[in-house]
């Protein structure tokens, strides 16, 4: 569904994502793992068309992001690490603003933001403004706008970055709700954190791809280590 080819992205002389390339199936929860720095979020804003690539490209279904980036922006829903959410509003006005701007229609927005509220959690806070919200339910307003207009591709930057354990927890649960009907790509430094959610993990490092594992090759490679080890050695050139 989502093919990278040779993408490239230099920022000056340095160079943040280097040839990388990999594909994403249909309905997957693909992992995508790597150090802080190693060309993720990079990686990202090229996808969902926020940076150019240098070099190469990414293909979703039959769109190229040089020829077809606004077709692309319209199957993907995106959650950076940051959630753009403005703080003074009321939940349920935010995603009802949302909601016009991703063109719902009239008619659907009602149940569509019901539904949105019951998939993440957030019937409880609807009434609330997102500053008065602690920052795991911020997440979920921040993923319930990504999926505003059911999109069929969500992008989540470092979502559970900053929660404390069981707001993680939850996060998780969310996200394997969705992945039962759309492809996720789900970013984190933590490997550990991503065998908990993900059935497939690409790593980069340095630019670099270093690692595309299913989830049975992950399991095997960690029988006699940690997935801490595991990270270390694969961020460093050594699956072994």
Same mark, same amino acid.
């Given at each position: 569904m989502i093919k990278f080819e040779n993408l490239t992205r230099y920022y000056g002389d340095v160079?943040?994502?280097?040839?990388?390339?990999?594909?994403?199936k249909k309905g997957e929860i693909l992992g995508f793992l790597g150090p802080n720095g !190693?060309?993720?979020?990079?990686?990202?804003r090229i996808l969902t068309g926020y940076l150019q690539a240098t070099s190469g490209t990414i293909k979703v279904k039959d769109y190229d992001i040089h020829e077809d980036q606004l077709e692309i922006k319209k199957l993907i829903g995106?959650?950076?690490?940051?959630?753009?959410i403005y703080h003074d509003m009321l939940v349920y006005d935010y995603l009802n603003y949302i909601a016009d701007i991703r063109g719902v229609p009239e008619a659907d927005k009602l149940p569509h933001i019901k539904g949105l509220a019951d998939l993440c959690s957030l019937n409880e806070v609807m009434h609330k403004t997102v500053n008065q919200l602690s920052k795991g339910y911020r997440q979920r307003v921040g993923i319930a706008h990504a999926l505003m207009g059911n999109p069929e591709i969500l992008v989540l930057d470092e979502p559970t970055v900053g929660l404390d354990p069981n707001q993680i927890v939850d996060t998780r649960e969310i996200i394997k709700r969705i992945g039962k009907e759309k492809t996720i790509i789900f970013s984190t430094h933590i490997l550990?954190?991503? !065998?908990?959610?993900?059935?497939?993990?690409?790593?980069?490092?340095?630019g670099k791809l270093a690692a595309d594992l299913t989830i049975d090759q992950l399991?095997?490679?960690t029988k006699d280590r940690s997935f801490e080890e595991l990270f270390r050695n694969l961020t460093r050139g050594d699956n072994q």
């Open positions: 160079c943040a994502v280097d040839h990388v390339s990999f594909e994403v !190693a060309g993720k979020t990079t990686t990202y995106y959650l950076p690490e940051s959630a753009p550990s954190e991503a !065998a908990a959610t993900c059935d497939r993990f690409v790593i980069i490092n340095k399991k095997e490679l």
